[in-house]
């Protein structure tokens, strides 16, 4: 079952990207939407998408530590990039989606459990 479990967790993630992908090839970008010039980061596009809206606070939580506005923020998600990044080294970015699949995974799997 956990094969299964972790193919279709797969499938779903290349299917969301394809679904990125059309939306950079068709949509024009309009930078006024997302606070995405201010990361600054070596990766595409397509990939720092992910980092919007509430994305972008937990990151920037996860780089430089709370500030005025993200007190809302839950700490232990930026925890967890944190420290995912401290260990691995790759961007924060990645860190977070990493992350967020493995929790997702293991949600899945304690639900099935259940």
């Not at 493995?102 to 639900?111: E, H, V």
Request: charge should be positive; proline fraction near 8%; charged fraction near 5%.
């Amino acid at each position: 079952m956990i094969k299964k479990i972790t193919a279709a967790i797969v499938i779903w993630k290349f299917f969301m990207y394809g679904i990125i992908a059309a939306t950079i090839t068709f949509l024009p970008f309009i930078p006024s939407y997302t606070p995405y010039f201010q990361f600054s980061t070596p990766l595409p596009y397509w990939i720092n998408v992910f980092a919007n809206f509430d994305g972008y606070h937990y990151l920037t939580i996860a780089m430089q530590g709370y500030s005025q506005r993200q007190v809302p923020f839950f700490p232990f998600y930026p925890i967890l990039i944190r420290t995912f990044h401290t260990f691995t080294q790759i961007p924060y970015i990645i860190s977070g989606q990493m992350v967020s699949l493995l929790c997702f995974f293991f949600a899945i799997i304690f639900i099935f459990k259940l």
